[in-house]
């Protein structure tokens, strides 16, 4: 089978909200991730040529849904995303569930269970094109808010990400990456890659430039939510023999009120 050509476009949308799209040029096939925002995201398709035939939606949060209706409407897209909240997304076509497949050109994408900052969250990998979309679910330099779910939900959402090969690179729902970091300096202040990471992000932000993509490899060095089960994350927090799911939980308490 020849390689397949896979592109990209990253959409800010709302105040810090991210749709993205990804194309696939032997197929003509074109995925939409999230629909926040109509007027950003019908104007990236038009720009590329490219034609929606996929939408994949994460979760049911107003800031992911509410341009649902008029993109369909307007491309004839099928969407896809969580069964459990048909009720509350009625222009899902098909529902998934953990372990679902969506048919993409010759590829496809895997639906991944990340229950935590909602109960429905689906986050979606597609292998061949050694990417993936977390949504709310898991941010550079962070994760959700836990809204729906329990901590320890969420920790296990998360390092289930977190296991996807290295060189995956990931897309999330916002730009939150800079205050995310800063967070993260508190938890973890003598971490170089994150202090260079920092550095990265502060002058790609000071130029109004997307933190996004990153990738498993980078957040695995430096997104202490994700490093809850390194020994030194937990030596700094002075939680050793803690179970990996405590010292998160721990970690996402303060960053709630950090
Ligand atoms: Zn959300
Ligand atoms: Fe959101």
Redesign the pocket.
Known sequence: MQDLDFQTHLIPCLSDNYAVLLHEAQSGQTVLVDAPEEEPILKALAEKGWTLTHILIT?H?W??TQALESIKAQTGAKVYGPKVSLDKVPQIDEGLEDGSEVPFGESGFLAMGTPG??LDHISYWIPDAEMAFT??AFFSLGC?RV?EGNLKDMWFAIDRIAKLPPETIIYC?HEYTEANGNFCLSIEPDNEHLKRRMEEVKSLRADGKPTLPTTMLEERATNSFIRANDPDVKKALGMEGKEDWEVFAEIRTRKDNF
């Open positions: 979760h949060h800031d992911h900052h909602t949504g709310d959700g809204f729902g």
